[in-house]
């Protein structure tokens, strides 16, 4: 297989990207959503560009006349909300001509009592420009965290392709003919997704300031191989385990499956370096993130490129390219004043995710992989480390870089809800 030529990095230049990314302003109509308000994040997805990867979807043709409903989760309890609409990706204007929330019920169903209008600036419509986001006016619908709810998003016009989220990890879009932002029954949603469209994010108000962990990450933290529709991925059970723990705090997850820190992909989002502005550093009140990234890097490195034509380019990093772009992502984080904890690669070696792995490729991949995770364990270059590659680990002799069986979803690479039980367990509460 002919090796690719590696971009040669500097750190010096990613944490000028960076810096000079978040700088941009994002934010059209109703409140920013920067650290000196009054909001925390509840719950909230990495956006994307459109594209067909892990489930069909509907974000290549966009929406035309419909409704659009989908389902989240709160992390956090709060007096109000506000919602984020993403057009990170439009080239031209997202109209969207009015939105509610409410309370979920069974499916596309809603609670009758709790159904709310979201208005931005006033106004039930709003046009959010190209590359864009809008955050609405305050909904008074008190939440509590673990709870679901479901916002509706009406476009009497065509919206073009979708800025969207892949990897919703179950059923929680549901998409009818017309305007059904009121409905309260299941009926008119005829159509399912796997994925999030436009929905950036829920902000609830009345928690502390920098209360928010944000879990930063691929497939793993995306939540790839948990049961789907039961919120099991590791985020939804740190948040969970910390609330029981009498230590309440919103936990984001700004996964994408297939993300790189050092590549941009097509399907799979931008490098980390370069979106991490973005899902970190612009979400509300946010004072600690954990990473998790590096393994795709790898993977796609020495995976055929006709496997995934949308991943490329797939150079072949080096220990100290990933290391590189880590440094980039704690130097913006601190540049910020938010606390970054480092999270070992999970064991790779009997990856099944891609067949076209020659046998040979494993060697290099575990070298290196081992070579980056004991620079995140030993170099104090993080705050704090929290050692996944060890709590996941085949505890067999010699087996140490399988996953192991009890939790492996079946492809030797991503845990299954047991294993993001596992990943959950080995955060340190102390070190957030």
């Not at 029954?185 to 944000?214: D, M, Q």
């Not at 609330?243 to 790189?260: D, M, S, W």
């Not at 490329?312 to 772009?325: K, Q, S, V, W, Y």
């Not at 938010?338 to 575990?366: C, D, H, L, N, W």
Request: glycine share 10%; hydrophobic share 40%; aromatic share 8%.
């Amino acid at each position: 297989m002919t090796t690719l030529p590696r971009r040669t990095l500097t750190a010096a230049t990613l944490v000028a990207a960076l810096l000079a990314t978040a700088a941009l302003p994002a934010t059209a109509h109703g409140g920013g959503s920067g650290s000196g308000s009054r909001w925390n994040g509840a719950w909230t997805a990495a956006v994307q560009r459109p594209s067909t990867n892990f489930y069909p979807n509907w974000s290549e043709q966009g929406f035309d006349h419909h409704s659009v409903r989908q389902v989240v989760r709160m992390s956090a309890d709060g007096s109000a909300l506000r919602i984020r609409v993403s057009n990170a990706y439009g080239t031209t204007p997202l109209r969207l001509t009015g939105a509610s929330v409410a309370r979920s019920g069974d499916g596309a169903a809603v609670k009758p009592a709790t159904l709310r209008t979201v208005r931005f600036a006033g106004a039930a419509s709003v046009a959010v420009p190209a590359g864009a986001k809008a955050v609405s006016d305050a909904v008074p619908l008190p939440v509590r965290a673990g709870e679901r709810l479901t916002v509706t998003l009406y476009f009497a016009g065509a919206t073009g392709p979708a800025t969207y989220h892949d990897l919703a990890q179950g059923t929680f879009a549901y998409r009818a003919s017309g305007d059904h932002l009121r409905a309260t029954g299941a009926g008119a949603y005829t159509e399912t997704s796997k994925s999030w469209y436009y929905l950036e994010g829920v902000e609830v108000a009345g928690l502390p300031a920098r209360s928010a962990v944000a879990a930063f990450g691929d497939s793993i933290t995306d939540g790839y191989g948990a049961t789907e529709g039961a919120d099991e991925r590791y985020p939804d059970q740190l948040s969970r385990r910390l609330a029981a723990e009498g230590r309440p705090r919103p936990v984001l997850n700004t996964g994408i499956g297939g993300n790189r820190i050092l590549n941009d992909s097509a399907c799979f989002g931008e490098k980390a370096t370069a979106r991490f502005a973005r899902d970190v550093l612009d979400q509300p009140r946010v004072g600690t993130v954990i990473v998790l990234e590096g393994t795709n890097d790898l993977l796609f490195g020495y995976m055929d490129p006709t496997y995934f034509p949308c991943s490329l380019p797939n150079a072949r990093p080096t220990a100290a390219d990933l290391i590189e772009g880590h440094r980039a992502l704690i130097r913006a984080a601190h540049a910020k004043g938010i606390r970054v904890v480092g999270g070992t690669m999970i064991p790779m070696k009997g990856s099944k995710a891609a067949p076209q792995y020659p046998a040979e490729a494993f060697a290099p991949m575990e070298a290196v992989r081992d070579e980056v995770n004991a620079w995140i364990r030993t170099s104090g270059a993080y705050d704090a480390v929290v050692d996944f590659d060890r709590a996941l680990a085949d505890p067999a002799p010699g087996n140490e870089d399988l996953l192991n069986p009890a939790y492996d979803f079946g492809d030797g690479l991503h845990p299954n809800s047991a294993g993001y039980a596992a990943m959950a367990r080995a955060v340190d509460p102390n070190a957030l």
